[in-house]
């Protein structure tokens, strides 16, 4: 069902390398995000678009770049991975509308040793 | 300090039970709430969003309540089945901006035991 999909699920990477976390939706969404999540804690916000062009930072930049060129697509890339880093990657999109809801990908796992 | 709270941490249940998770937040001003839910592994799936002025919505077996007023949200469960394991996040948007921003919960992490 899901219509917004990301790789790779599962990442392991040494310090110091740089990587590219993709996301795509079909669903012709305005707004997309990149979320961190942590285990037991809340989701915190990366990075985030309005449209092509458009990006923002969020509360936990945390040294990522993101782009916009196409609607369907909303890359994270991270220039020099490092152990802080690990944790779980959540790309979202939704209509422009302020009640319309998240949609997620499953995720990137992320493991930098 | 804009802030969401969801109660208990966890909760373990037997199947075909019935359970309420709840939330309370500080966020104004308030523009919508939504509860989500996460299974493991996997991206959280919006389950209701309420506005200012709706006071309960239902999604099959999932029914959200809120106090505007008092700034809570309950999400009641009924008939659990063992599928309903996984952590429900509360989401709270203000209006502080044209198009909202979202604070989030820690989740309820649900186990719905056979």
């Known amino acids: 069902e899901a219509d917004i999909y990301q790789t790779p699920r599962y990442l392991v990477i040494g310090t110091g390398k740089k990587i590219t976390l993709e996301c795509s939706q079909t669903m012709g969404h305005d707004k997309m995000y990149w979320y961190q999540q942590d285990p037991g804690m809340e989701l915190h916000l990366i990075h985030y678009s309005y449209g092509v062009n458009s990006t923002e930072k969020g509360d936990l930049s945390s040294e990522s770049t993101v782009s916009r060129i196409r609607t369907e697509h909303f890359p994270l890339t991270l220039e020099s991975a490092r152990p802080s880093h690990t944790s779980q990657y959540l790309c979202?999109?939704?209509?422009?509308?302020?009640?319309?809801?998240?949609?997620f990908g499953n995720g990137t796992r992320l493991t930098v040793t | 300090k804009n802030q969401v709270e969801q109660s208990p941490q966890s909760l373990i249940i037997l199947e075909g039970k019935n359970c309420t998770l709840q939330?309370?937040?500080?966020?104004?001003?308030?523009?919508?709430l939504r509860w989500y839910k996460q299974d493991t592994g996997r991206g959280p799936v919006s389950l209701t969003i309420?506005?200012?002025?709706?006071n309960t919505k239902s999604n099959g077996r999932y029914t959200a309540t809120l106090d505007a007023d008092t700034k809570q949200s309950s999400l009641h469960i009924t008939a659990s089945q063992l599928s309903d394991s996984a952590s429900y996040i509360c989401v709270v948007s203000d209006r502080g901006s044209t198009l909202g921003r979202l604070y989030f919960g820690r989740g309820t992490q649900l186990t719905v035991w056979p």
């Open positions: 979202a999109s939704s209509e422009y509308r302020g009640e319309s809801p998240l949609h």
């Open positions: 309420m506005t200012f002025s709706e």
């Open positions: 939330c309370n937040y500080t966020v104004s001003p308030f523009s919508n």
